[in-house]
């Protein structure tokens, strides 16, 4: 699939257009109820050539489109709070919610191919973009996401007519810039980037279609007609009950070593020796902090643990010190109804820290494979394929932003908790603390424990390991969890 | 009330402040859960000098708080898609749910400040500013958010010893920027400006408790304990079925003509006239769009009229030949549970247009005292108040922005109404467009006309006023709005 095998001479006659298009219009219209109500999530992204009547095209969609179900999102430099993100942050966020279209002008790929462009030997660096991009369209589209991409294709010699006509008319003069005609003049050497881009994310699940965009009346029947026959057959598909497969790739290797849990550590610690070394590594956690904001790199530590393992308690002694604007803490509790029309991870990755901000989760997306397994709230499909997804998470923050990822898993016995749980019953201070779902978690033990196991075996990589606070003895815990912190902020560094 | 006024020499003695300070923190932990629990929103700001322990303080009060339950916001310079906005814009998007803290170090008043010390003659547009901050913080007052600012005040010789003290640690050296220096030199001209604002601002709804903060202990007791003092006396009283008054301000003049509705205009249109009219208007709209985003002067569009008036194909009219990076729909359906959680305007405001942007309301804030009065979703004080409140919101919009707004009622006749639903209910292509909540409607029509009418009456002010457009001829009606859109625009160029 190359944009220099396409046919341009292409053209589509002005009345079959007229009364092709008046149909698919209607086609679409009724699709995208149809769509609404099966809570089928769309993404349209609209790419090609400056000129090549990417706004022209997106109109003629919306033309047939209730505002009410779409949104368009017009693609332009990223502004101060995007560009200290991953690259696609911005574009999680503006991903659908379910049974909502989703019109991109200009998307990911525009922003990608003009970074890599500029590199001197762009292969290597591309390929890994695209696989990063492969990935989020992936797990969109295993979430159910039909995802529609095009390009508009047109020759040098006609982008410079268009840009010199443009220049004529005094409405659009303003609009063709200095930084536009550069682009023009490096029309060739973009064009192995950008086929480069269309054979590497060119998949099943995600298709591009290359458009021949000489002629727009052909233009915009073709992307027309390939919307709709696109969605007419998901549509179909979904009333027929035949959901779209997963295209779940090869599960990722876990660490080889098992991760055991411990309750509590070798050695003794008293309460005393505890608070003392606290203080000191509080200092230490402070300056590192410093360091970290000056240098913009930023930090996740991520807090899971059995219920009144403390949690709480450990995060407020890990920040004693830290300067409140460099940080912030994300409590998660279960996803609201808003939240349930996303894909999973969007409200996690929505959090994720800028560079120099540490984030700290108190709870986190491992949710999805313990709590949410457990209680069968994600079926099983859905949390075996979170092992994975969560791993590339995972790794494309680490890769895109040079910044670190910390995991806790807090251990408990089971003695213990009771002994916290009786305590926090009996205290009228803490007694807010403790629900009946603590109680009736707590019955189900097991279950979790195998989740946990399970857990610590897939996700813990080389790049993001789990490590486990023995925290019988929460003083020692609090201890373990601010050396770990720091000892991962200094590689960092 | 003045910082000059202030007794600088305060000091906290060391042991009796861990013990007060102790003590209070106990207490805000307590309180925080029992706003909670009563739904009580809360905002705390912490204003003062550079280097006055604003950061240090702000630390001091989370410490006593659960993560859960409260948001910090630092302001720091605004984004770019801030500074397209209003000033307060930014801060109305982070206003605090129902039962949250919100905690601002520095805020709405830090800008104000800098930017207006940097006028010649700041005393008249100080004063002008301090209003439309007293109305931002009185509707949220009137709303039920308790609001506490604190300014920390030291002497320029103070300041100096600080900035320098930050110099000589390597850790801090780097925060005190040349800008830092400036504004200290700055510090005698920032005095009166600061207390023109406190001057200005120190309102019942939201008073200002200035800080003698020469002593970090003193200082932080006094934010503490008026913190949980302010807050104890208002969960009192909310406990005991006092709610807090609304400082509703005297009642906007309304336009003193009565705003007459007719449901169709003198003289005939055919269809194909009104056609013929419509394709030269619409090019004429592509071009004033064209002028506004060059400009960056936004406009505001708010549709409202009866079921079945024609919002839908008129809008569509509208923009038929608009480019749509330019400019969106906002559908506004019943508010969401998420946005129960806030004032009622904050879901408006936040879709408001940045500069250049053309931003089109499918039915609006007047909900408010249309739907929600007359299906009693808001009590009588409530849309009583909101008539005020939306006039202050348009007029903030268009005073911050140099934009306009264009409000549309599209008035139908019963018959007509009658005719158009019975069309829908039998066309298969229109049939989802009526449900039973239309017919349910239409048997309220009179205390709807009555609604609409005091609506007209009380908010069709000189700045933005309402355009009545007779929609029984729909054909009529699109040429009308357009009509209307043009002459504004081209009175904002």
Redesign the interface.
Known sequence: MSLEKLDLTKTADAETYQKDLAHLK?RLG?LQ?TLRDQKIPVIILIEGWNASGI?MT??EI??SL???GFS?H?IERP???ERGHPFLWRFWLRTPPRGRIALF?RSWYSRAITEEMQKPSWEKSLKGRAARINNFERQLADDGTVILKFFLHITKEEQKRRLEERERNP??A?LVTPSIWNLHHHYDDSLPVIDGFVERTDTEYAPWTLVEAMDRNNAILRVYSTIVRTLEKRSEAAREGRPRKGKQKDLPKPSRTVVHRKTSANGEFTKEECQEQLSTLQIEM??IH?LLF?RKIPLIIAYEGWDAAGK?GN??RLTRFM???GY????I?AP???EKEYHYLRRFIKHFPRGGDIAIF?RSWYGRVLVERVEKFASEPEWQRAYGEINEMEDDFLASTGGGIVKFWLEISQEEQLRRFQQRATDP?KV?KITDEDWRNREKWDKYDDAVDEMLARTSTEIAPWTIIESDNKWFARVKALKTVIATAENLL
């Open positions: 209607e009724v109820r706004t997106v109109h919306i033309q209730d505002p009410r368009l017009a502004t101060d709070e002008a409405l659009t303003w402070l300056e410093y000056k709480g995060i407020t300067n409140p604007l912030y803490v994300v409590p509790a609201t109804e808003h108190d201070l807010y």
